[in-house]
């Protein structure tokens, strides 16, 4: 599997935006990559994955450097309950011909919203 | 629509028993994968299951089995319950790419 390195912790201010930013220079052609995070004791929670391009959803955005090597999260507008671990993980795609199915989760990165 | 649910949602067991965890999936998935979370760790993959078998199985003794019935429910099994067993287990249902976790079921080994 592809390795991820992110940052141990962040801090961000309420309101502001926050990038968390992650590197997956080993990553593969055929290798998404995935956002979880996971708020105090609970089940991880999905966030957005994408393969190439950059993608937005209700939650978050996800941009892609075009080399792949790396990615950024964004909270546009980041407020208290988003505090939480952002896990980034890079797994192969189903159609991919491979075997591997599992998410290969690391330390994440600690975000802290303050007020 | 519910998601996944597991239960039950805690439980505590001693040195040496046999523990059940149960999830449902996620309406539609018909894929639930199991994944064991220790304090201040992230979570490891167990194994998966997809039409009634064991697709993947990530690095845990036989001491762990599991199953998945026709309605695509699923079973986690822990026999000879060790001390280093006490952590958060984890389901999680895919239909396609993307898998959902549920709550978990903390498990405490006294």
């Known amino acids: 599997d592809a390795k991820t390195t992110q940052p141990t912790s962040m801090d961000c201010a309420e309101g502001r935006a926050a990038n968390l930013p992650c590197n997956h220079s080993?990553?593969?052609?055929?290798?998404?990559v995935y956002w979880y995070r996971q708020i105090h004791s609970q089940g991880p929670q999905y966030i957005i994955h994408?393969?190439?391009n950059n993608e937005t959803n209700e939650m978050a955005s996800l941009i892609i450097t075009e080399d792949r090597k790396s990615s950024t999260l964004i909270l546009p507008h980041a407020t208290l309950r988003d505090t939480a671990v952002y896990y980034c993980?890079?797994?192969?795609?189903?159609?991919?011909?491979?075997?591997?199915?599992?998410?290969?989760f690391g330390k994440g990165t600690l975000l802290t919203v303050n007020p | 629509d519910a998601g996944v649910t597991q239960s039950p949602t805690h439980l505590i067991k001693t040195r040496g028993q046999q523990v059940t965890l149960r999830c449902s999936p996620k309406?539609?998935?018909?894929?639930v994968s199991w994944y064991q979370q220790a304090l201040g760790q992230g979570p490891q993959f167990i194994f998966q299951?997809?039409?009634?078998?064991?697709?993947q199985r990530g690095n845990f003794p036989d001491r762990f089995s599991g199953h998945q019935f026709p309605n695509y429910s699923s079973e986690l099994n822990v026999n000879a319950l060790l001390l280093g067993d006490s952590a958060l287990y984890l389901c999680?249902?895919?239909?396609?790419?993307?898998?959902?976790f549920g709550p978990g079921t903390r498990l405490l080994v006294l």
């Open positions: 999680a249902s895919s239909w396609g790419e993307t898998q959902y």
């Open positions: 080993t990553i593969s052609g055929n290798e998404y």
């Open positions: 994408g393969l190439k």
């Open positions: 993980i890079v797994r192969p795609t189903m159609n991919s011909g491979g075997s591997n199915y599992k998410l290969t």
């Open positions: 309406s539609g998935h018909d894929t």
């Open positions: 299951y997809y039409e009634e078998e064991e697709r």
